[in-house]
């Protein structure tokens, strides 16, 4: 099955809305030539930030994400955002359970499930983070963490919404640690999570479901990783700050 290569670029808390703006009107240009049918490019940037963007990318091939959604439709949630906010704003894509914030603000594998709801029910994709710690991947425990990852993070999803999700492999000790994990290393795990979803989902859907690499995916390794038969575009941290970095990715990975 051939599945459309889906390269996001996930800002962090990184770019002003006039930093973001200028990102985007160099990134436009260079991926301009990029057919929307060969692939999908994205970009996250902080919430306060994405006004600016969508204005600037408005009949562009780039299409908007953001960085977290919460379940609640509104109401007495300091610092979280609802799904209406951005909807108002053209956003499309919303990653969910990045392992930063599982890390540092405290996500589980029930809350990932829970904004991954309110994103279907709201009509957005979400991209959902899985991966392990070093630790993990050293103690064999790889498969173990990833498979309590889809089963939380997706449980109750419908075959239905299953085929609007995409989800991103990210060994955290890959990310913005320069340090990629092989294409081999990374196909194997990827083979393993696409076994794992066509188990919970039935084939036709598992197959179909889109699997990003994330952790130092740059323009010279993008080839080769997304050469694998199980990666299907890459959820990109550093490389996405620059336009021309982030282009050169992008061009590679869909070169023939
Ligand atoms: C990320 O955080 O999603 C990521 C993959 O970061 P980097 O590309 O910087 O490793």
Redesign the pocket.
């Known amino acids: 099955m051939s599945r459309k290569v889906i390269i996001a670029g996930?800002w962090?808390m990184n770019k002003t809305a006039a930093e973001g703006k200028a990102l985007v009107e160099e990134l436009k240009k260079l991926v301009a030539d990029v057919p929307v049918a060969k692939a999908d490019i994205v970009v996250c940037p902080p919430f306060t930030t994405i006004a600016a963007v969508a204005e600037a990318i408005k009949g562009s091939n780039i299409r908007l994400g953001a960085q977290n959604i919460h379940w609640a439709a509104n109401g007495a949630f300091t610092g979280e955002i609802a799904a209406d906010m951005l909807k108002e704003l053209g956003v499309e894509y919303v990653i969910i359970g990045?392992s930063?914030r599982r890390q540092y603000f405290g996500e589980t594998d029930a809350t990932v499930n829970q904004r991954v709801k309110a994103a279907l029910a709201a009509g957005f994709t979400p991209i959902v983070c899985v991966g392990e710690m070093l630790e993990e991947r050293e103690g064999g425990r790889t498969e173990k963490v990833l498979f309590t990852q889809l089963e939380g993070g997706l449980a109750g999803l419908t075959k239905e919404d299953m085929g609007k999700v995409v989800v991103a492999y990210?060994p955290v000790w890959?990310?913005?640690?320069g340090k990629t994990a092989t294409p081999e290393l990374a196909e194997e795990t990827h083979n393993y999570i696409r076994q794992t979803l066509n188990d919970m989902f039935g084939k036709e859907i598992g197959e179909g479901v889109r699997i990003q690499y994330?952790?130092?995916?740059k323009a010279d390794n993008a080839k080769e990783l997304v050469a694998q038969r199980n990666i299907d575009g890459g959820?990109?941290?550093?490389?996405a700050l620059k336009a021309d970095s982030f282009s050169a990715l992008v061009h590679n990975a869909i070169a023939e």
Do not use: D, Q
């Open positions: 996930n962090k990045h930063e990210e890959a990310i913005g640690t994330g952790g130092s995916m959820l990109i941290g550093g490389a």
